[in-house]
C-alpha cells in the first residue's frame, strides 16, 4: 500500500472542510454575546474583570460589552460602538475604562479585529507564579512561537502607557501572558480570539498539572509548527466556535429578559 505525504492529507482535509464545514452566519454582536457565554461557559469569568471587543466598520472605533455586566449575562444588545477615546457612538452605557489598551493592540495590529482579555484561573495561576507557557502537547501548539510574554505588570491598565508597553509585547503574534495579571488573545474575528481564549486557559491548566510528574518537555519545532497551522485553520476555529454555541445554547442562557433556554440567536435587536 502506497504511503502518501502528509501534505496530500492536509489538502485534501482542507478541501473537505470548505465543503462540509460552514460557519454559521451571525452579526457582530451575535458573535460577542456568544463569546462572552463561551467564556463564562469554560470558567472564564472574573465578575467585571476582562474584556471582548471587536473592530467596527467605522474607523477607529470598536465594539464592547458595556460596563457592568458579566460575561454570563452579556445578550447582542448589551454591546456598545465606542471610539478611540471611549466616547459610546452607539448603544447605552460605558466602556470598561481598562479596554483603552485595546486600541493599541488594533493600532500597532491591522491585522487583528477582535480582542479578549481575561484574568482566568489557570493562566492567572502560571502568571502569577510568572512562568511562560511550554508547548508541551498538542493541543497547545495553536501557541507555538505565537504566545508572547510580558515579564513585568504595568498596573492597571487605564491610560495609555499600558497599551503602549502591551502591544509593543504582543509583537506579532496572536496571543500573550500578562505577568501578575491574565491574557490576551487577538484574532482575524471574534471566532478566533475566543478559541485561543478557551485554549489558553486549557494550555495552562495542562501545564501546572503536568509539571506534578516532572519538567516539560517542548514539542520539536518542526512538528509543533505544522499542528499550529492545522488547529489554526478558519474552518478549524469557527466549527469549533459554532459547537461552543450550541453547548451554551443547550444549557440555556440566563439573561435578565429572556426565558431560561431561549437563544441567543434570537435574542436582542438581531
Not at 474607523?59 to 460596563?67: G, Q, V
Not at 459554532?242 to 443547550?250: F, H, K
Amino acid at each position: 500500500m502506497e504511503l502518501r505525504a502528509k501534505t496530500y492529507f492536509d489538502a485534501r482535509a482542507t478541501r473537505e472542510m470548505d465543503e462540509h464545514l460552514q460557519p454559521r452566519e451571525r452579526s457582530i454582536q451575535e458573535k460577542l454575546a456568544y463569546a462572552c457565554r463561551i467564556l463564562a461557559m469554560t470558567g472564564q469569568e472574573a465578575g467585571l474583570a476582562g474584556q471582548i471587543s471587536a473592530r467596527s466598520t467605522r474607523p477607529d472605533a470598536y465594539w464592547t460589552l458595556r460596563f457592568g455586566l458579566g460575561f454570563d449575562e452579556a445578550t447582542p444588545d448589551d454591546f456598545i460602538e465606542v471610539d478611540r477615546d471611549l466616547n459610546t457612538l452607539s448603544g447605552k452605557g460605558m466602556a470598561n475604562p481598562a479596554t483603552r489598551f485595546h486600541l493599541w493592540v488594533y493600532a500597532a495590529r491591522p491585522d487583528r479585529h477582535s480582542i479578549i482579555h481575561t484574568h482566568s484561573p489557570y493562566v492567572s495561576a502560571l502568571v502569577a507564579a510568572r512562568q511562560p507557557l511550554v508547548v508541551s502537547q498538542m493541543d497547545m501548539t495553536p501557541f507555538h512561537n505565537d504566545c508572547a510574554f510580558l515579564p513585568d505588570w504595568p498596573g492597571v491598565p487605564i491610560a495609555d502607557q499600558e497599551g503602549v508597553i502591551i502591544s509593543e509585547a504582543l509583537g506579532n503574534r496572536r496571543s500573550i501572558l500578562l505577568a501578575h495579571h491574565g491574557q490576551l488573545t487577538t484574532g482575524d474575528c471574534v471566532e478566533e480570539a475566543t478559541y485561543l481564549s478557551v485554549y489558553l486557559e486549557r494550555a495552562a491548566r495542562m501545564q501546572i498539572r503536568a509539571r506534578a510528574f516532572g519538567p516539560l518537555v517542548p514539542l520539536s519545532d518542526e512538528l509543533a509548527s505544522e499542528a499550529h497551522d492545522y488547529l489554526l485553520k478558519p474552518r478549524i476555529f469557527s466549527a469549533t466556535f459554532d459547537y461552543w454555541c450550541r453547548q451554551t445554547d443547550r444549557v440555556g442562557p440566563e439573561s435578565r429578559d429572556a426565558p431560561r433556554g431561549a437563544s441567543l440567536f434570537w435574542m436582542g435587536s438581531a
